[in-house]
């Protein structure tokens, strides 16, 4: 038993088929379902409204003592941060957000705390990049006031614990 289509029937049925495609790959849904996703201290997410969890001086922050990057608002040297980052880009190049640097000393003494390069930083850029795997690998946390001063810090996944480990930092 032979189908026969004539051409327009044909034509429109190719024409709705590619419609219908499209729409499906533009929709929301397929979309954020394809976005970069970054790990911030609790797990992957989609702009995050903070970032944590990176190893500083072999300490993983959160453990005896860190930072966390999250809004501008509150003290810079507790780790009360109130608000959350704002996230001013979010494509598979990069992402780039700003947010208050606030520090938590933890089990370390204040003193200690207080000679971190990073103590008393109320505002950094967070720039995270080379995306692999769903999710961005590497990121680098600026301050805004002295761009000189900044970490890179590439993401260990391998571990029990994931974390951010700092593999460069300039400045002071």
């Known amino acids: 038993m032979k189908f ?10 190719v024409l709705s088929a590619c419609f219908f495609s499209i729409a499906l790959m533009v929709s929301p849904g397929m979309a954020s379902a394809k976005e970069p996703m970054i790990y911030h ?9 903070n970032m944590s969890n990176w190893e ?10 860190g930072q966390t990057v999250a809004g501008l608002k509150g003290e810079s040297t ?11 880009r979010w494509d598979r190049n990069r992402a780039v957000g700003v947010g208050g640097l606030h520090t938590y000393c933890g089990t ?12 008393g930083t109320p ?3 967070v720039v995270a990049f080379a995306f692999k795997s769903g999710h961005y690998s590497k990121m680098r946390i600026i301050e805004t006031a002295d761009p000189d001063h900044f970490m890179v810090l590439r993401f260990i996944g391998k571990h029990l614990m994931p974390a951010w480990k700092i593999v460069r930092e300039e400045g002071s």
Not at 4 to 13: L, N
Not at 41 to 49: H, L
Not at 56 to 65: A, E, F, K, L
Not at 78 to 88: F, L, V
């Open 78 to 88: 507790t780790h009360m941060p109130d608000g959350a980052m704002k996230w001013t």
């Open 56 to 65: 500083y001086n072999g300490y993983q922050s959160g453990m005896t003592g």
């Open 4 to 13: 026969r289509i004539s051409g327009k029937r044909f034509t429109c049925a």
């Open 108 to 119: 370390l003494s204040k003193s200690k705390c207080r000679k971190s390069p990073w103590y």
């Open 123 to 125: 505002e950094v850029k």
């Open 41 to 49: 201290g609790n797990g992957f997410a989609i702009r995050p409204a």
